[in-house]
């Protein structure tokens, strides 16, 4: 089992920056993956970033805005987004998967809201 915390969300203007932090705890060995999912009102849950075994992916509408980091006891991730807009509107989760059968955790989610 994991556990996971996010933190960092907020009403920011747009151009602005957040830094979004998720720590883990519990079977921390156990995870291969650490990232970020989105979900605005009315639209499904979507890629933001990605990390699993030195390999990282971003949703195609991060455009260079948005770098995802861990810790180097892999047992928390960060997401620093800059130049946001309206369009980052959305409850932000963080997402695990383990192994040795896979598995998703997902943390309760934390609200970004970029006002005009």
């Known amino acids: 089992q994991v556990q996971l915390v996010e933190s960092g969300g907020g009403l920011v203007q747009a151009g602005g920056s957040l830094r979004l932090s998720c720590a883990a705890s519990g079977s921390i060995s156990s995870i291969v993956a650490m990232g970020w999912y989105r979900q605005a009102p009315g639209k499904q849950r979507e890629l933001v970033a990605r990390t699993s075994g030195g390999v990282i992916n971003y949703g195609d509408f991060v455009k260079g805005r948005f770098t995802i980091s861990r810790n180097s006891a892999k047992s928390a991730v960060y997401l620093e987004m800059n130049s946001l807009t309206p369009e980052d509107t959305a409850v932000y989760y963080c997402?695990?998967?383990?192994?040795?059968?896979?598995?998703?955790?997902w943390g309760q989610g934390t609200q970004v809201t970029v006002s005009s």
């Open positions: 997402n695990t998967a383990t192994l040795p059968a896979w598995k998703n955790y």
